[in-house]
């Protein structure tokens, strides 16, 4: 029987519903809504499509944004100056620094000079810690989609094996510890794993992220395992121009064996902005609690 699909866009839009009502019941009780900064240096054409993208969902669900596009020879002095004009302005809740930057830019520095309290990327080392821990932080939100999408199956998570395919400090290691956290027995594997596809057919839950084309076909999957496809990798064009995508999965082969199953596209990709308009909201009643 061929695996249920689990629908990122679907789920998504369930996301921004929830995120939407919030908003609502936020500006009633403090007068303002939400705000979030976003950040770009340079022209980046991914990266502009991505800010395009932030600003139109926050106008959709009535966050109030401010959108920063700097000149690709913007300095680190003057970049950290705008962060740190946001970190003080109480109307932004969430600061976001657009990645990749320049490379003259030192990104490791940028990040950390982002208020913790309005990371709602999650990249600053004071939430990693704080996260690491089980302290209250901000999680990236890419793994945050992936939590909702397993959540939506209805699998138990609590006791079940899971394999991480990718270390990465966006997806890889931060969906393992949320795995973890959920009382998951947790392997990570990488590049210089011995018997990929053996480790990966013990999982019950998969979590593909490490972005070559297909690269987990059948021999990786273990009968009625929940599969989690990150990757989003380009094999070519259409006639009509338009990209053709793939999966770390080979799908057509996966789908057969696999309970449940994320598509590329429309799995995980729509997830990353819902949520982090959901973490926006976060910050925001965050704000206002410790604000007292």
């Not at 939430?127 to 901000?138: I, M, P, R, T």
Request: glycine share 10%; with cysteine; net charge negative.
């Amino acid at each position: 029987m061929a695996a249920s699909i689990i629908s990122g866009r679907v789920v998504a839009k369930e996301v921004r519903e929830e995120v939407a009502g919030e908003v609502e019941k936020f500006k009633k009780a403090n007068g303002y809504p939400p705000g979030l900064a976003v950040i770009i240096v340079g022209d980046d054409p991914a990266s502009r499509v991505y800010v395009s993208s932030k600003k139109r969902m926050c106008e959709n669900l009535g966050i109030y944004s401010e959108e920063y596009a700097m000149p690709e020879s913007t300095g680190q002095e003057e970049l950290i100056e705008t962060i740190e004009k946001l970190n003080k302005d109480e109307k932004i809740h969430g600061v976001l620094v657009q990645l990749p930057l320049p490379e003259h830019l030192d990104e490791g520095e940028v990040l950390e000079s982002i208020d913790p309290r309005k990371d709602v990327d999650g990249f600053h080392p004071i939430s990693v810690g704080n996260f690491v821990v089980g302290k209250e932080a901000f999680v990236p939100c890419t793994p945050l989609g992936i939590m909702r999408l397993i959540e939506k199956t209805g699998v138990e998570i609590k006791g079940k094996r899971a394999v991480v395919i990718g270390r990465s400090n966006i997806v890889g290691k931060p969906v393992a510890m949320l795995l973890l956290a959920q009382h998951a027995t947790v392997t990570i594997c990488h590049s210089r794993t011995q018997d990929l596809p053996g480790v990966c057919k013990e999982a019950d839950i998969l979590v593909a992220a490490v972005g070559r084309p297909e690269m987990v076909d059948a021999t990786y999957i273990k009968p009625g395992a929940v599969v989690i496809d990150v990757g989003v990798n380009e094999v070519g064009k259409r006639e009509d121009g338009k990209r053709i995508l793939v999966g770390d999965v080979k799908f057509d082969e996966a789908k057969e064996i696999a309970s449940y199953i994320t598509p590329v596209p429309g799995g995980v990709g729509p997830m990353t902005i819902a949520m982090l308009m959901r973490s926006t909201m976060d910050a925001a009643w965050r704000a206002v609690r410790d604000k007292g």
